[in-house]
């Protein structure tokens, strides 16, 4: 069972570590589907894609964990065919700058980042 697909280990709200909650958050997708989300409610369809990448298994499955944490809303519309949408809560609108000033900073940095990976690379295979 990998992390996305395991039940968090939050019982009663004492129990939630701040290492669960962030690394709920956190993960890759959890953070492209909040900040694919935060403009309103959107349907599936076009969370599979905002989200490059992602399957519609991993998608359905960081949407559960989303919505069992409270962070989004499944509308499900009792028409023909049905139409399901999702929202974010006030909790997780509350998340969105910080996850926004957080995409912000790896946007204007990923360079950096980037040519310092090939500078420590390069040292460590002229050291081996």
Known sequence: MSFEEAPSACGPPSACSVEDVIDRVGSKWSVGILLAAADGPIRFSALERAIPGISRRMLTLTLRNLERDGLVVRT??????PRVEYSLTPMALELRAALVA???????????????????????AGSA
């Open 102 to 124: 957080l995409s912000g900073w790896a946007a204007r940095h990923r360079g950096d980042i980037a040519a310092a990976r090939t500078r420590y690379d390069e040292r460590e």
């Open 76 to 81: 499900m519309y009792p028409v023909v065919p």
